[in-house]
């Protein structure tokens, strides 16, 4: 298909990847559903768990183009593509720098198995790049990050982090979701493995539960070998699934994070609302970072509701908006973290990362942002109570 890089993201998204319908002309990838193929006079033995159906080559593609990668896999969810890709590179008495606020199932994972392995691992107190250096030991193998990260849309140095690990020949790790490959492509910057839940933007209907994992070739056979072990693998039929669902990725993301910037200025302004946290307003502390390696802000953000006004009543009064665990679909929501996202970490561990009970982590869809604005102003109006 020619010069894959010098196409554009909508063409990536439609086209990379796809397979020919050779019987019938298609104008869609067939799906290959078998479980069971040839292993005699065959270039490849395939199998689900080997990661390697028509189906799955075929998407992997697809993502390794759009984040500019040689490779990639695809997982069952995005636990399964970050604990693969973190054993695959660690054993016992290696150590890991991981900062500080994070997805809470990562937090959560790293807390309840690394120490089963005897693998070390060390938090930082922020996104400072001099917090990371402080962490180095010399049996520091990988630095874990996750830009913006969720759910306080902080912001790391990602040519920093990578230019670090590069001194100290330390492998480094990011997760995307937040982003997505439209919002920011870390490869640009030197991080050698990126890591999403592609249940969030990638699906983007909240109908798929996936992960994946991009990186080098050499990177990415590492992770196989680990991956076929852990049997990780997505079903056929969610690969195609999500192989639709990224046909149209850049046109939802591109939507989303236009309203997001909306919304974000309208709660910023607001008198009712004590905080907004998105990297996209120049109050953010990290505003000018953001803009230096986002090509832009993205669609997540996160607020606090000022006192007199309880975040679960709000949330329950909202009547176009969706209270829901997850995020990134095309419908905006709510949630949390401290019930949710976070709710594995203790309180004291929650407060640490400025998680506190009445945040409140906004998901922004692509509906009209002045709908969404009146349906906020309608659930404030109903839970607002007059402080005495």
């Known amino acids: 298909m020619g010069k894959l890089k010098e196409l554009g ?3 990536i998204c439609t086209h990379v990847g796809e397979i020919e319908d050779k019987q019938f002309k298609g104008s869609v990838s067939p799906v290959y559903m078998s479980t069971s193929y040839a292993f005699d ?13 028509p189906n799955q080559e075929g998407l992997c593609k697809k993502i390794a183009t759009l984040e500019k990668t040689e490779d990639a896999l695809i997982f069952s969810s995005g636990m399964a593509a970050i604990s693969s890709a973190l054993f695959a ?43 990371f250096k402080k962490l180095m030991q010399p049996n520091t193998k990988i630095i874990y990050i996750e830009t913006p990260s969720n759910p306080l849309l902080g912001i790391t140095d990602i040519k920093a982090i990578a230019d670090l690990a590069k001194e100290r020949n330390v492998l480094t790790m990011i ?11 870390p490869v640009d910057f030197g991080i050698d493995i990126i890591v999403h839940s592609a249940t969030k933007y990638m699906g983007g209907h909240s109908d798929i539960s996936a992960g994946a994992v991009a990186g080098s070739k050499k990177h990415i056979e590492q992770i196989w070998e680990t991956a076929r072990n852990f049997g990780g693998n997505l079903s056929d039929f969610m690969v195609w699934m999500l192989e639709r669902s990224l046909k149209t990725l850049n046109l939802r993301v591109k939507e989303q994070t236009k309203n997001a910037q909306v919304i974000a200025e309208y ?10 946290y998105y990297p996209g307003l120049k109050s953010h502390p990290n505003y000018e970072l953001a803009k230096s390696q986002m090509k832009n802000f993205g669609a997540m ?27 990134a679909g095309l419908e905006s929501t709510t949630v ?3 019930q949710t996202t976070h709710a594995l970490l ?43």
């Open 346 to 388: 203790s309180e004291e561990e929650r407060l640490e990362r400025g998680i506190k009970d009445g945040l409140i982590r906004f998901s922004t869809g692509i509906e009209e942002p002045e709908d969404l604005i009146a349906d906020i102003e309608q659930a404030i109006l109903k839970t607002k109570k007059e402080l005495v």
């Open 89 to 131: 590179f660690l054993q016992k008495g290696d150590h890991v720098i991981l900062q500080q606020v994070i997805y809470g199932g990562t937090y959560n994972f790293v807390a309840k198995e690394f120490e089963k392995y005897g693998i070390e691992y060390s938090y930082t107190e922020s996104h400072s790049i001099e917090d």
């Open 41 to 53: 006079n065959v270039d490849v033995k395939r199998y689900p768990r080997y990661f390697n159906t």
């Open 301 to 327: 953000l996160s607020f606090e509701l000022s006192e007199g006004i309880d975040a679960m009543e709000f949330q329950n009064a909202l009547q176009l908006i969706k209270p829901s665990m997850s995020l």
């Open 175 to 185: 997760d995307n979701t937040f982003a997505t490959p439209i919002n920011q492509t």
């Open 267 to 276: 709660l910023d302004e607001n008198p009712n609302i004590d905080k907004v």
């Open 9 to 11: 993201l909508n063409t």
């Open 336 to 338: 949390s973290p401290a």
